[in-house]
């Protein structure tokens, strides 16, 4: 292999061992994020874990037919709530990718979050891992309605507490409380530890179900939101969330959180975005706020973190959103697009 690959550069800087011999766990492997960080880690060379609370579901389907699974990947069933099928899971890993979590606001569903880290911080350390990657979210980061609009957020901001609690952000205050927890954790038992902070997620999905953060883009391509909100978001291309989980594992130094964040986008400039790409669909037009309130400004990043350090790059917004459209497209999650249009003009027309 030639010194330009970054394969061959990848192992070199690995974990003692070549990444061909490893074993790695990864937790809520069948999900949108974790398919992907499994199929890195298989293109990779590594063994593979992946935890699933029913691993026979056919929604986990998909990991088998990654590229590398027949042989170097297992499935298993572990609960966060449950530290002995986590023990289990973990026996013999060099690394855990801890990326289950519930994507929700309900809030009897935090001590999954939390409760569900600490125990897998304390089941990988029981176990000899040596290193933690954790998934957190920009939720955890960005929440704070005092900062100034002109401020540049980095891996120092946290959001505010008591405002997500408030304004029942409840998945915020959850991811908050759970990255808290993998720190202190993790420091209590001398595991390294590494947080990779996403912002909403995009891109192709692996596996079949529609999550969330797709979903937040299926909204606006088929205008099933008749408006959209006078808000900003952050988006991440899920194949780079997925490499940032991977390089910091490979990389012994990288410690603390990784701002994982390619743009930085108004709704409106969303939806237009989805317009010049797919002028079939009938994209969502018009704000809540038409006329009303200024429109809300777009706050910034520094991922110079996960640039510098872990020698991130990111994908452009434009293909995340084109390979997103595509694959949903693919899997039948759209109306064809004519379908839709004929829909949009019976609503229009009532
Ligand atoms: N997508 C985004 O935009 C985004 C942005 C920032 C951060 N994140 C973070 O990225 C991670 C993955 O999100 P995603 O979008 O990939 O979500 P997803 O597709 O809904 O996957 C969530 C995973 O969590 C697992 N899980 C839920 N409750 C569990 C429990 N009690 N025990 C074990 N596993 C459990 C699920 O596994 P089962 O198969 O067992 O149901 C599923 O695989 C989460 O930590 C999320 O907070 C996501």
Redesign the pocket.
Known sequence: MSSDDPLAKAKANSNDKGAEQQLVCV????????SWVVKELLRRGYRVRG????PA?C??AHLLALEGAKERLTLCR????DRDSLRAAFADCHGVFH?????SNDPE?VP??VE?TRNVVNAAADMGARCLVF?????AVHMDPNRSPDAVLDETCWSDYDYCKRTQNT?CCA?MLAERTATAEAARRGLRLAVV??????GPAL?RAL???TH?VARYLTGARDTYPNAVAAY?D?RD?ARAHVLAYERPAARGRYLCIAAVLHRAELAAVLRDLFPQYPVTARCEDDGGKPMARPYRFSCRRAKEELGLEFTPLRKSLYDAVLCMQSRGHLLPAIQQQQRHHQRASL
């Open positions: 937790t809520g492997a069948g999900g949108f994020i974790g935890t699933a609370r029913d579901d929604k986990n572990a609960d966060v709530l990326v289950a979590s519930p994507v569903l999954v979050a569900g998934t957190s979210s920009y939720g998945y991811k902070v996403p912002s909403v997620t995009t596996q999550n969330v953060s937040h991440a899920v969330v």
